[in-house]
């Protein structure tokens, strides 16, 4: 117990909020059933293949030799993608393996005088290996290894991390529960000629899903980032009370910090299941509404996300929205499919 305490603390003082992190795209979501649940899940079983990014747990002997391939387009000409195939090693293990990629685009390279010199370009990747195994008959545990390569025209900087996921299931009831500890690790190569490092964004989390019994409503909380007890810049701060000085005639709403915080280390979401080939989802993260909405805007989209899955023949085809703005939000695509489902039976 001593041993696990001492661990859990080294953990936590390793991984105060830092902003001079390197890496931030490991947070991006990797599918559409990810970016509808809120943006991070520890607890979707049924389709792990993205979720597994995050809890490596989740991956289950009812997807093997499960092929997934999403696409989402970014911001500002950034696009990314995310594809994964798994397969599971009879009473020995599931196993996956994913590749992240995230493109940045083209850049014009110039003196610093203007003078163009030609072009470059940004890209980030990530190789991941996922492991998963059960103990017992309700719990499963899993381990990521993360190979971590990021380039900037002819700077780059590379680094080994590892995601650890426990979840305790009661299939009966469709009760999840999971623990994860993500990226945990270090870079072994810096941008900078030299040589110092900054970190890798550890985060650790717990998620919890229950079906209501007799409907098709699903509900699920995840809280995040337990690893930084303060999610509210100071900038934040500063940025009120400016606020407040520059329209002092205005009434301004009094903002309960505490409060505020402990809903910025959660997300919201639920599922409505009609039927097996039909899901949708719904969610709601405060952090990106508080992080992303604009001053006095009364009535947007930030922060919620929406989406589907359809069953269709041997594909299930996978859409989400997640609103990051006033002007609009993100549309993520996502297909998967079984190699199992495409042979030839015999007679």
Not at 124 to 130: L, P, R, T
Not at 158 to 170: E, K, Q, V
Not at 212 to 228: G, I, K
Request: glycine share 6%; net charge positive; hydrophobic share 40%.
């Amino acid at each position: 117990m001593r041993i696990l305490l001492l661990f859990c603390t080294i953990l936590w003082l390793r991984a105060q909020l830092d902003a001079q992190q390197w890496y931030r795209f490991l947070y991006l979501p990797t599918s559409p059933v990810v970016t509808a649940l809120g943006g991070m899940d520890l607890t979707h079983y049924e389709d792990p293949s993205g979720s597994a990014y995050f809890n490596p747990a989740l991956l289950n002997d009812s997807t093997h030799q499960q092929i997934t391939w999403n696409f989402i387009d970014y911001f500002a000409g950034i696009v990314y993608g995310y594809v994964s195939y798994q397969h599971n090693i009879p009473e020995v293990a599931r196993i996956q393996g994913a590749i992240k990629h995230v493109y940045y685009g083209n850049f014009t390279r110039a003196d610093v005088y203007g003078n163009q010199l030609g072009r470059f370009n940004a890209n980030d990747i990530e190789f991941i290996a996922s492991f998963s195994r059960n103990y017992g008959k309700r719990l499963q545990w899993g381990v990521n290894l993360n190979f971590i390569y990021s380039q900037i025209e002819s700077f780059w900087s590379a680094g080994f991390a590892m995601d650890f996921g426990l979840l305790y299931r009661i299939e009966e009831e469709d009760f999840n529960v999971a623990v994860v500890v993500n990226n945990f690790g270090y870079p072994v190569r810096s941008y900078q000629r030299d040589g110092s490092k900054r970190r890798i964004p550890l985060n650790i989390a717990v998620g919890l899903r229950k079906r209501v019994p007799h409907t098709p409503f699903r509900l699920s909380v995840t809280a995040h980032s337990l690893n930084q007890p303060n999610l509210i810049s100071e900038a934040e701060r500063q940025r009120d009370q400016q606020q407040s000085a520059l329209f002092p005639g205005q009434e301004t709403v009094k903002r309960n910090y505490r409060v505020d915080n402990i809903f910025r280390h959660l997300i919201f979401a639920l599922e409505i299941i009609p039927s097996e080939s039909f899901h949708l989802r719904f969610s709601y993260n405060h952090q990106r509404r508080k992080e992303l909405k604009a001053l006095q805007e009364r009535f947007s989209l930030t922060g919620f996300a929406l989406g589907l899955s359809l069953r269709l023949y041997r594909f299930y085809l996978s859409y989400a929205y997640a609103g990051y703005n006033a002007p609009g939000g993100l549309h993520h695509l996502g297909v998967r499919t079984y190699l199992h489902a495409w042979k030839k039976s015999h007679p």
